[in-house]
T-cell receptor
């Protein structure tokens, strides 16, 4: 069965610090990978996704993620966080040809101190 | 463009009762997925509807059922409610086509079972 593991449940950073949120998945086949974000009081929204091509993908608001197939990982990064990045971040995966069933990780709550 | 809407916002039920949650998908989206998000967890896939038929299901018992209507709106029905059904229920819609198409989430319905 597919699963997604996010390494940190809570992260606290100061503004301008660099961010890396870990995500590992378990599935032997080809996958599509996603990072979703939920800002306080808002809906879940897509930050970025990978489905093929360049394993380094760029998303909105300066976020990027790197797919490392050999490590089953899809870590999210941002060189310099802002207070407005305070949110909960979810890594998600669905299997290519798997009928759209999307598995989410438990989420990482990021708090950025101004 | 109207986003995904859900009703009601909050609901309180008692054990053994039945509940119906509603979702209106984003314009042009004919695929709707339902998720259960327990406190402190990521969304868990319940099922997906495409062209009024269920075409994917997660590990949820048959007392979780759904419908999709010709206008692509959807309902989630839960029978014989249990305390563990207390959660945020999210609806997400997407355009037809690829599994990596972005899902657009609604604000959710908070269900409390007493």
């Amino acid at each position: 069965a597919q699963s997604v593991s996010q390494h940190n449940h809570h992260v606290i950073l100061s503004e301008a610090a660099s961010l890396e949120l870990g995500c590992n998945y378990s599935y032997g086949g080809t996958v599509n990978l996603f990072w979703y974000v939920q800002y306080p009081g808002q809906h879940l929204q897509l930050l970025l996704k990978y489905f093929s091509g360049d394993p380094l993908v760029k998303g909105i608001k300066g976020f990027e993620a790197e797919f490392i197939k050999s490590k089953f990982s899809f870590n999210l990064r941002k060189p310099s966080v802002q207070w407005s990045d305070t949110a909960e971040y979810f890594c998600a995966v669905n299997a290519r040809g798997g009928g759209f069933k999307t598995i989410f990780g438990a989420g990482t709550r990021l708090f950025v101190k101004a | 463009e109207t986003g995904v809407t859900q009703s009601p916002t909050h609901l309180i039920k008692t054990r053994g009762q039945q509940v119906t949650l509603r979702c209106s998908s984003q314009s042009g989206h004919n695929t709707v997925s339902w998720y259960q998000q327990a406190l402190g967890q990521g969304p868990q896939f319940i099922f997906q509807y495409y062209r009024e038929e269920e075409n994917g299901r997660g590990n949820f018992p048959p007392r979780f059922s759904g419908l999709q209507f010709p206008n692509y709106s959807s309902e989630l029905n839960v029978n014989a409610l249990e305390l563990d059904d207390s959660a945020l229920y999210l609806c997400a819609s997407r355009k037809p086509g690829q599994e990596y198409n972005e899902q657009f989430f609604g604000p959710g319905t908070r269900l409390t079972v007493l």
